[in-house]
């Protein structure tokens, strides 16, 4: 099983950039496709993007396709959500997840770190 803990959220005006961060433990972690999901307050969770174990391999929600960028670095454990130009709607607990292929559907996904918050200003 592998445990993973998010960091990197904060609050930013619109247009600006973040990067999160998940870190997992755990020898899992290179045999797992790994996704981001947001969940805004009153709304279901939702798909952000994901990418394969090997990294050649990534899928985006269409509302946050050429902004958003995911990477992983296998040797450190991680992986990296980059965000560009947010915008208010983008304002979310952003989740990492771990899971055995590259999927939009949360219950795909085995393993999830406890969220990080993303507020954009307007």
């Known amino acids: 099983q592998v445990q993973l803990v998010e960091s990197g959220g904060g609050l930013v005006q619109a247009g600006g950039s973040l990067s999160l961060s998940c870190a997992a433990s755990?020898?899992?972690?290179?045999?797992?496709?790994m996704g981001w999901f947001r969940q805004a307050p009153g709304k279901e969770r939702e798909f952000v993007g994901a990418?394969?174990?090997?990294?050649?391999?990534?899928d985006y929600t269409d509302s946050v396709k050429g902004r958003f960028t995911i990477s992983r670095d296998n040797n450190k454990n991680t992986v990296y959500l980059q965000m560009n130009n947010l915008k208010p709607e983008d304002t979310a607990v952003y989740y990492c997840?771990?899971?055995?292929?590259?999927?939009?559907?949360?219950?795909?996904?085995?393993?999830w770190g406890q969220g990080t918050q993303v507020t954009v200003s307007s």
């Open positions: 997840a771990a899971g055995p292929l590259v999927g939009r559907i949360a219950t795909m996904y085995r393993a």
């Open positions: 755990g020898r899992t972690f290179t045999v797992s496709a």
């Open positions: 990418i394969s174990r090997s990294g050649g391999i990534t």
